[in-house]
């Protein structure tokens, strides 16, 4: 019986999880951040979606000049779709649970 409170975000809003999910698909962050960046369910997500971003766009301009690497920017590429994947599903469980191996990094956005 108790799971079923921690289904839903802080505040139990269809909004929040919306906003929590896009904060995991790339520049979408942005779009959670203008609406929804008081909230603080939504925020914890926003600062993970922003540290994977920042992942990817790191790996963009890296691998533009240093094309040789094909293969481990790919799978940098890949682990950083899971994470985003994993946390999309925290999102939906209403958990606020760091992501693996990049989590905590997000507390150096001050948001």
């Not at 802080?10 to 790339?26: F, H, P, R, V």
């Not at 600062?47 to 990817?56: A, S």
């Not at 301009?61 to 799978?75: E, H, K, V, Y």
Request: without cysteine.
């Amino acid at each position: 019986m108790a799971e079923e409170n921690m289904s839903a975000p802080a505040g139990g809003d269809k909004k929040n999880t919306l906003m929590g999910i896009l904060a995991y698909i790339g520049p979408l962050v942005i779009v959670s951040y203008l609406v929804a960046k008081d909230d603080p369910f939504v925020k914890f997500h926003i600062k993970q979606g922003l540290v994977l971003f920042v992942i990817e766009v790191a790996v963009w301009i890296l691998s533009s000049m240093f094309w040789m690497l094909f293969l481990l920017w790919q799978a940098v590429n890949i682990g950083t779709l899971i994470l985003s994947i994993i946390g999309i599903v925290y999102v939906t469980q209403g958990k606020e649970k760091q992501l693996p191996l990049v989590g905590k990094f997000s507390s150096y956005f001050p948001i």
